[in-house]
Each structure stands twice: as C-alpha cells, then as structure tokens.
C-alpha cells in the first residue's frame, strides 16, 4: 500500500479522539444547541453575548422575593 505520508511522521505516538460526549472537554463547557437556535448565532461569542444580555434583564427586572424580606425584617425585630 502506497501514501503520501513522509517517513518523519511517527502516527504510533497518536490517540484516538473521541466523538460525543465521552470526549474531554479541554477545560471549556460544551452546549448543545438545538438547530433553530444555533441558525441564528454565527459562533460563540454570538452566543455568550446574547445570554450575558439576558442576564443583565434578568436582573434588572428581577421582583424581590416577599418571603425574603419578610425574613429580614423578623431577624431586625429580634
């Protein structure tokens, strides 16, 4: 069998790289997102900037939870 490969390369040094999510992740987080979803975003950083926009609403809009406060005014009673 004949190939293109030059003597220099030593492939008995390589792994195997798993496919799916058995595979190491490299220190990051994968996410999956569905196809309607990533039609709209060109990459990552599309995606990170979209979700910390979210975020920023989320807790400007966030409503104070009663309970919580009801909680705090108990312990200042006492």
């Known amino acids: 069998m004949e190939d293109d490969l030059r003597a220099e390369y030593d492939l008995k040094s390589l792994r ?3 496919l799916g999510p058995g595979r190491k992740s ?3 987080v994968a996410v999956r997102l569905e196809p309607d979803v990533a039609e709209i975003f ?3 950083d599309a ?3 979209a979700l910390r926009f ?3 609403v989320m807790r400007d809009n966030q409503v104070p939870d009663p309970t919580a406060q009801a909680n705090n005014s108990n312990a200042v009673d006492s």
Do not use: C, D, K, M
């Open 16 to 18: 195997v790289r798993r």
């Open 26 to 28: 490299f220190g990051g």
């Open 42 to 44: 060109p990459n990552a």
């Open 47 to 49: 995606v990170n900037e």
């Open 54 to 56: 979210l975020i920023r």
